[in-house]
């Protein structure tokens, strides 16, 4: 079964890790991510992985009387947004949660406020509509 791992975050947090981190804790966060994501290839469990460029990249996309309406980030109404994702296949919903909850335990600096708790996001990956169960 394939499941998605998502990391939440926000507009100020990845400013924060531009400039508030130092050198050594930027490395630090990206080789605990090479190490998590290389660990998943090892055991055949990685599908794939994308981070997301900050919330201020984004655009949000409607209708109006039928016209596309685009709308560009940050989005003052969201504070949480999507960063990255891991997209596992593996053998349960527990191991799944076993693989995040190692990322949920993602390094930063000490001290940080994030004003919140580190967490990620986890949920089934449908394959076919039948499976969205609706």
């Known amino acids: 079964m394939k499941y998605m791992i998502m990391m939440m975050?926000?507009?100020k947090d990845l400013e924060s890790i531009?400039?508030?981190w130092s050198a050594d804790e930027v490395t630090a966060l990206h080789e605990f991510m090479g190490k998590w994501n290389n660990d998943l290839v090892e055991t055949g469990e990685f599908v794939d992985a994308q981070g997301l460029?900050?919330?201020?990249?984004?655009?949000?996309?409607?209708?109006?009387?039928?016209?596309?309406?685009?709308?560009?980030?940050p989005y003052a109404e969201t504070q949480e947004v999507l960063v990255g994702y891991t997209t596992?296949?593996?053998?349960?919903?527990?191991?799944?949660?076993?693989?995040?909850a190692k990322l949920a335990n993602t390094p930063y600096p000490?001290?940080?406020?994030?004003?919140?708790?580190?967490?990620?996001?986890?949920?089934p990956c449908a394959d076919?509509?039948?499976?969205?169960e609706l």
């Open 110 to 123: 000490a001290g940080s406020d994030l004003g919140r708790e580190w967490y990620v996001d986890i949920r």
């Open 9 to 11: 975050g926000s507009q």
């Open 88 to 100: 596992i296949d593996c053998a349960s919903y527990d191991r799944a949660t076993e693989i995040a």
């Open 53 to 73: 460029s900050q919330p201020a990249h984004a655009r949000r996309i409607s209708l109006r009387d039928g016209a596309p309406v685009v709308t560009d980030g």
């Open 18 to 20: 531009g400039g508030n």
């Open 128 to 132: 076919s509509f039948e499976e969205l």
